[in-house]
């Protein structure tokens, strides 16, 4: 009640200040209607705390795309069995709305199956995308596209994403679907005949890619892990472009992306400020074009946020914004919880703090997947 009569004085007082009434209640009624999204850019910094983000920012000259973002929040990342959650787990969290146990690959706590956002995009006859700087069946670009019992389970991982509806994917991992797995089975023209158009230029710069004539794209950018950024890789960024492109070319339809800056984790397991450092202006290079992208099409909800922290990142005194002296308590995850950024329409629904899981029913809400079908009469 009190709300209530919070928004009557407030919508007399901004109509005496000339904002239309309809405006008011538009904002008052946000976070339980939001204004739908057709499309959802997901951006996911393996390891990226609020440590990684402040250290990528001095070390970029104090500045990140990120800090264009209007709302944020943060997320709480531990997993069904385990206070420190894995890649795996926490992906799935976020592709699928379970919290499940570590090494899953979207399945639950039981391993049964569970249908991820993407998934669930493509039946509703989204366009859908997963982009990675690690391999393509790697943990977090995994858990949004297959069933594993164990991330390890690589070939698997491929086997399902050649059996998805995917439209997109540009990763590494070339030899996970030729003839170098163990069952020595390519499955490159399994994928061709699906109407992929296939790339395997090992190149570390992405190629131009003709479009015009492409139904589907997988472009492998390595044949195993793709090298560092700070060694020469320099694919993200053009690729999200191409991807949010090429996705979007079906107007109608709305598409799912997620881009995953996945070398931040690489960069907190082995201690390396210089390494973290690199692969998050990195990874805000991509956000910047993505930011782009929806601030043009107006239509266009993007979210970044991390799947956990990585190394219990702290930048120690003597460090300088040009001269970051970080400190590490682990080699591994921790605990701590981790920043959710979103701009455009639902990005209202993630300011606060919430669980991982939550970001998987912000992002159907933002979709209005969580809506019942309209049955005309
Ligand atoms: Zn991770």
Avoid at 99 to 120: F, H, M, R
Avoid at 222 to 234: L, Y
Wanted: aromatic share 8%; glycine share 8%.
């Amino acid at each position: 009640m009190g709300n209530k009569i919070a928004a009557i004085w407030l919508l007399i007082g901004l109509s005496a200040c000339g904002t239309t009434n309809q405006q008011v209640v538009a904002n008052l009624q946000s976070v339980d209607n939001p204004v739908l999204a057709k499309n959802v850019i997901l951006m996911i910094g393996d390891g990226m705390g609020l440590g990684q983000i402040t250290a990528g920012m001095y070390a970029n000259g104090n500045h990140l795309n990120l800090e264009r973002f209007p709302i944020v929040g943060l997320q709480k990342t531990y997993s069904y069995n385990n206070l420190i959650t894995d890649s795996a787990a926490s992906a799935t969290a976020i592709a699928c709305g379970v919290k499940t146990y570590n090494a899953a690959i979207g399945v639950n706590k039981d391993t049964v199956p569970v249908q991820s956002i993407l998934e669930e995009a493509e039946i509703k006859g989204l366009k859908t995308g997963l982009i990675a700087t690690s391999t393509i069946v790697h943990a977090t670009p995994a858990a949004f596209i297959s069933h594993q019992p164990m991330r390890s389970m690589y070939e698997f991982i491929a086997q399902d994403l050649l059996d998805s509806g995917i439209d997109l994917f540009i990763g590494g991992g070339y030899k996970f679907f030729n003839e170098q797995r163990h069952d020595e089975k390519s499955l490159i023209p399994k994928l061709e005949r699906k109407g992929f158009t296939v790339s395997s230029l090992t190149h570390e710069e992405l190629e131009d890619v003709n479009l015009a004539n492409t139904k589907k794209l997988a472009y492998f950018t390595s044949n195993d892990s793709p090298i560092p950024e700070a060694t020469g890789r320099d694919y993200l960024p053009k690729a999200s472009i191409i991807a949010a492109n090429f996705l979007n070319s079906h107007k109608k339809q709305g598409f799912f992306l997620m881009i995953e800056g996945s070398q931040i984790d690489w960069g907190g397991h082995a201690n390396d400020t210089k390494y973290i450092t690199s692969e998050v202006i990195d990874f805000d290079k991509a956000i910047g074009k993505m930011l782009d992208f929806a601030k043009k099409d107006k239509e266009t909800l993007v979210i970044i946020t991390a799947d956990h922290e990585t190394g219990g990142f702290a930048i120690n005194p003597k460090s300088r914004m040009d001269s970051i002296q970080g400190a590490f308590t682990s080699s591994y995850h921790t605990g701590t919880m981790v920043p959710v950024f979103a701009y455009g329409p639902g990005s209202e629904l993630f300011s606060g703090i919430y669980e991982n899981t939550d970001i998987y029913h912000k992002m159907r809400k933002a979709l209005g997947f969580d809506r019942a079908p309209v049955v005309s009469q």
